[in-house]
């Protein structure tokens, strides 16, 4: 029922919050049924569900087939952006650090889980050690001008009227 209205008392209100739950678990249902970890998430604008998904990441072989990333970038392609303000991710699980901050940088308005996550969750405990510094390369440069002169492009000067 992808674009169905769920009836509204209020943005988020706990009828439109129950359906979406109740669409993330029919997702993480969908998961179980292939074999992989049951997460699904969905993502509500405007008491509309516009995307839902579920973790896929035996079948893609990726560890970017997560719930959340995928309903991402189905909302993002549905509404023609890169940014989801007004949209609510709801998830069955608490979401990994990488999906947080994918939410993050959706701009996405709020995240709602039903259940904690011990291994992947805001303080997991199953994360693999990563060794990540900064490089004292001298492409660090390159890569900086590359940067700077990317956005100094974008800032043209404004010109001054009247
Ligand atoms: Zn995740």
């Known amino acids: 029922m992808t674009g169905a209205t769920l009836p509204l008392i ?17 997702e993480a249902e969908k998961a179980f049924k292939r074999s992989e970890v049951p997460i699904g998430a969905v993502i509500v604008k405007d008491g509309k569900i516009i995307a839902r998904a579920f973790n896929s990441t035996e079948k893609k072989k990726s560890f970017l087939a997560h719930a959340e990333l995928i309903a991402i970038q189905k909302a993002c392609k549905k509404l023609g952006t890169k940014y989801l303000q007004n ?7 608490e979401p ?3 999906c947080r901050t994918a939410a993050q940088l959706s701009r996405i308005s709020s995240v709602h889980y039903l259940l904690k996550s011990k291994k992947f969750g805001k303080s997991g405990i ?7 510094k ?5 492409l660090s440069e ?14 043209k000067p404004k010109t001054i009227e009247g």
Do not use: D
């Open 10 to 26: 209020g943005q988020r209100s706990l009828m439109t919050e129950l359906k979406a739950f109740q669409a993330a678990l029919t």
């Open 134 to 138: 900064k490089s004292r390369s001298v």
């Open 126 to 132: 199953a994360y693999h050690p990563l060794k990540i």
């Open 96 to 98: 990994c650090q990488m």
């Open 142 to 155: 390159q890569s900086r001008h590359l940067l700077s002169s990317f956005f100094e492009s974008r800032r």
């Open 87 to 93: 949209c609510h991710l709801y998830i069955s699980l």
